[in-house]
């Protein structure tokens, strides 16, 4: 069974930083681009970054740009986002979801989301 | 970046009833469309990509059409386990974007 497991979320000063994982099982992770969707309390959805299978290719929203990164380690088939410089617009349930397509170099739908991690930025 | 909007925000229907959300991108997009559904407090699920497809394991009731700018999704029958909200998403170019979404309950 394809699973996505997020963690790592919890609560943040303005300012700090939090690094969340998304562990993957079911299939050929390094095949897949992956992605973080974020949702901020009772808001729509909002993409934040997507990576390739290889992690040679990175994408930001604006929103983020300079701020967090992502990467992935396909030996442990983990997803990671490293967020700096929070703000309290950051707080959000953070998803990883996965790209449906194998290999796909340009953006493609995604097929499967984990379960979400909270991240809340708050003194 | 490509501006998704959906009509309507929100609607209120019947079990049975057919159901049908409209998603309009600010430019085209070909058929680099998909639908999802969120239940309160759940992560979203997958229904339908390419603008027509329906992701493994989706019933046949959900149905999407469209390309370019304008796309639908239908739910023939609309039953109990339907009501949730509804986001169309477009993934022809970075940054992705989505609709705001459409909220289908109970009348």
Known sequence: E????????????PGGS????????????????????????????????????SGGSTYYADSVKGRFTISRDNSKNTLYLQMNSLRAEDTAVYYCAKFGVVGAQAPDAFDIWGQGTMVTVSS | DIQMTQSPSSLSASVGDRVTITCRASQGISNYLAWFQQKPGKAPKSLIYAASSLQS????????????????????????EDFATYYCQQYNSYPLTFGPGTKVDIK
């Open chain 1, 2 to 13: 394809v699973q996505l497991l997020e963690s790592g979320g919890g609560l943040v000063q």
């Open chain 1, 18 to 53: 939090l690094r969340l994982s998304c562990a993957a099982s079911g299939f050929t992770f390094s095949s897949y681009a992956m992605s973080w969707v974020r949702q901020a309390p009772g808001k729509g959805l909002e993409w934040v970054s997507a990576i390739s299978g």
């Open chain 2, 57 to 80: 394991g989706v019933p046949s009731k959900f149905s999407g059409s469209g390309s370019g700018t304008d796309f639908t999704l239908t739910i023939s029958s609309l039953q109990p």
